[in-house]
């Protein structure tokens, strides 16, 4: 939000320095994050000053440029050559003298300097309008009023304002302090307490009357809870036409581009005091009646930028007696608006419901600073204040009459809230005693009544214009924003608590498990749990109706919360694939969320994602793609961390893998990984593999926790090794090798490894030969080769028999 310190001093009297009024804003919550100046002329016309043309006579050595000789008022006339077609001795001229700093249109800079053009002496320049920034014309040179005295300062002509501009960050629950007259409230309270007590000064209405009674528009509300108040009043005869200096300076200061003198009163309005106004061409309401009202679902209509628009059947309008002119509180219809050739309007000030503008602006996809302030909640009753203070400036710019009666449509007055505040309560959540007689001082200032005082609190009725204060919380926070932070003391000692805490904490296991990852060239990401509902029909395994749907959505594609991790990790992979990043490994902890019958499931996951190479290019490593077995490596590793070796092994029966395998300890699923399915990846349009891995988190935890960790002396003794070369069917799997090598020998057997598999022409059809390790261990003794070679003939007559095997 922008604020004009120039405009802010309109309503408080101060002579304090921008940087001081900026530094007291931001201790009263008004944070103010910068302070830029302002001028209505680029450079201020600053060593622009009037000239008298003494004589002008053709350049000798160019048919298009003039020599003139220019009287500034500092003693030797100055020759200037002068390239426009108008020049003429006899004039009153703008010059820019040696050293001026001018601006071209797109705002760069350019300093006049001593020169000869075509052979002769140039000291200085006879200005254009639009190279001083007054205008666009470049048809010649600017001819100014032949009374002015030479050598007079143009800025004093054409009075340039500087002004200071504030940048305000404002939080969302401040609508109270969304315009000038609002800032400069919260700066009246702040003063008080530093014992400045200065007046809040308003504008004035008391001149407003009925002019004449020509031009009545009736006004009709239907829907009284999208709109409890609304105000109307016309006003004809009115010019529309450029506005006055003032009034651009004004809304240039804060950004806003000036289009007539009718709008630009409602935009200055509207940033005085916070209250949105729109301006009716009066000519255009059919039937002489202004209707306040819904319309069927999928009626059509224009708005201002030339968009047709459906409208919901909860969008309220603002009609005539034949069509809608107006989506209320938002955007003006196309047809409806004020032009050059408006002579009677229609001015409306109202108050709509803030949940009603808010869904109608966010379904229409339009923010416009109208709509800012209705979906926050405007001062309900200001409303007639504001369209009275309107019309007398519309009055003044563009003249005109008021022709009827002000409309004042309000059955049921929006009353101040009730708050019981309890003097105890402020001290315990402050941390500190403030005097009642300051806590009294501080809410008067803020408008807040003291109906009732008692020893042990107070009765207040809060005004209705802030409505983000309905608790006593809220006035306590008030009383300390006033107060100032930086006048609560601190203990000197911090009393602190330790809290004993479970190492299979969640927190801990994810920052060990992330430690883990990060160590292994992972990276975490953080995704947006809000997604689109049509990724739920890239898998048979997600169904649209279990979709989680948001009430209020941003956007389409922001509807609804994600039934998986995968596909916003996709969206993370294909933004750095497209980026020149394609090997990458990549984890995220977050949440998934289901509806079913009725019933909100949430459930906590760890995804992995790696494509790409294994590792960076480098001279002395091949490069390798990563594959199904370097993931479930990892994620072995990561099991075995955390303690859940004693895992067994299924496929996976989920769509989304093209292939990929299922650990589980008992029935509780720990991971599911694999191969990402093709049809996934082309809608995602990313063609290298990608392999994914989802931990359902809460069983790893819930895992871990009954999960005993043994300590154990480092064996004494060595071990021993031997192995096989088994000739097997292609359907026999390592798993099972290593299962009935286990049963085998449950205690001297430490490890079984394979490391090596071979198909090929040598072997007979429909086999393979496994390479297979095995890791002897004796913790009590040195182990002989007999006991080694009993063990190696069981192992090898348990595979005869039980998998057909072969040695080779």
Known sequence: MKISYNWLKQFVNIDWTPEQTGELLTDLGLEVEGIQPFQSIKGGLE??????????????????????TVNIGSGTPLQIVCGAPNVAAGQKVPVATIGTTLYTSEGEAWIIKKGKIRGEESNGMICAEDELGLGDSHEGILVLDNDLSVGTLLADIYKVENDQVFEIGLTPNRADAMSHFGTARDLKAGLSQKNMHVELITPSVSAFRVDQGTLKIDVEVLDKELAPRYCGVTISDVKVDTSPIWLQNRLKAIGITPKNNIVDITNYVLHELGQPLHAFDANKIEGNKVIVKTLPKGTKFKTLDGVERELHEEDLMICDAVKPMCLAGIFGGENSGVTEHTTSIFLESAYFNPISVRKSAKRHGLNTDASFR?????????????????????????????????????????????????????????????????????LMSLDIKVN????????????????DVVREADVIEEILRIYGYNNINFTEKLNASISPTSRFEDFKLQNVTGNQLAAQGFYEILSNSLTTPTYAKLSPDLKEEHNVTMLNPLSHDLSVMRQSLLFSGLEAINRNINRRRSDLKL???????????????????????VTGNKDAERWNTIQQPSNFFYLKGIITALLERLGLNKVTVSPVDKGIYSEGISLRIGKKTLVDFGLVN?????????????????????????????????????????????????????????????????????????DVDLFDVYQGEKLPKGKKSYAVSFKFQDEHSTMTDKQVDKIMQKLKSNFEKQLGAELR
């Open 452 to 467: 009732n005082v008692t020893e042990t609190g107070l009765g207040l009725m809060v005004p209705a214009y802030r409505n």
């Open 678 to 750: 093709k049809k996934i990846m082309k809608h995602f349009d990313i063609s290298q593999d990608v392999l994914f891995a989802d931990f359902n988190w809460d069983n790893v935890i819930d895992l871990a926790k009954h999960n005993r960790i043994n300590f154990k002396e480092l064996p004494k003794y060595p071990s021993t090794r031997r192995d096989f070369a088994l000739l097997v069917d292609d359907k026999v799997t390592f798993e099972a090798i290593d299962t009935i090598a286990n049963q085998t020998e449950k205690r001297l057997l430490k």
């Open 374 to 442: 209705f979906e926050r909640g405007v001062d309900p009753n200001i409303t007639e204040y504001a369209l009275k203070r309107t019309a007398l400036l519309i009055q003044e710019v563009a003249g005109g009459y008021v022709t009827n009666n002000l409309v004042d449509f309000y059955p049921k007055k929006i009353e101040d809230s009730p708050v019981h505040f309890s003097f105890a309560n402020a001290q315990k959540l402050i941390g500190e005693e403030i005097p009642k007689d300051t806590i009294k001082s501080i």
């Open 587 to 609: 984890f995220e902890f977050g949440k998934t969320y289901h509806s079913h019958d009725g019933k909100y499931i949430e459930n906590k996951h760890l995804a992995l994602f």
């Open 47 to 68: 060593g622009i000053v009037v000239g008298e043309v003494l004589t002008c006579v053709q350049h000798p050595n160019a048919d298009r440029l003039k020599v003139t």
